[in-house]
Nanobody
Framework: VRLAESGGGLVQAGGSLRLSCAASGSILAINAMGWYRQAPGKQRELVAD???????KYAESVKDRFTISRDVARYTVYLQMDSLKPEDTAVYYCLLDSGWSDYWGQGTQVTVSS
């Protein structure tokens, strides 16, 4: 299973970015897909995920600013990030949870300038 992320970049505070993650390969099942992030010197943390029944979960710090969505037929998950803050600066990683294995993308850098 391979995960290809795109959409990161540099944006000013208050701006928006949309991340995409497309899964390919031998995908037998998807329990959930989601986004994590890791800032320098910090642990990787959950940003948002969406389970196979459509249930969404968000970190408190991004609620009401970020929206996770998916295209089931394309094995793709999106993260719409609005009202970005400098503290959102991190490498964002896509995760596919198959129920018995976790697959990670390479990560995409998001930098928010003040």
């Amino acid at each position: 299973v391979r995960l290809a992320e795109s959409g990161g970049g540099l944006v000013q505070a208050g701006g928006s970015l949309r991340l995409s993650c497309a899964a390919s390969g031998s995908i037998l099942a998807i329990n959930a897909m989601g986004w994590y992030r890791q800032a320098p010197g910090k642990q990787r943390e959950l940003v948002a995920d969406i389970s196979n029944d459509g249930t969404r979960k968000y970190a408190e710090s991004v609620k009401d600013r970020f929206t996770i969505s998916r295209d089931v037929a394309r094995y793709t998950v999106y993260l719409q990030m609005d009202s970005l803050k400098p503290e959102d600066t991190a490498v964002y990683y896509c995760l596919l949870d198959s129920g018995w294995s976790d697959y990670w993308g390479q990560g995409t850098q998001v930098t928010v300038s003040s």
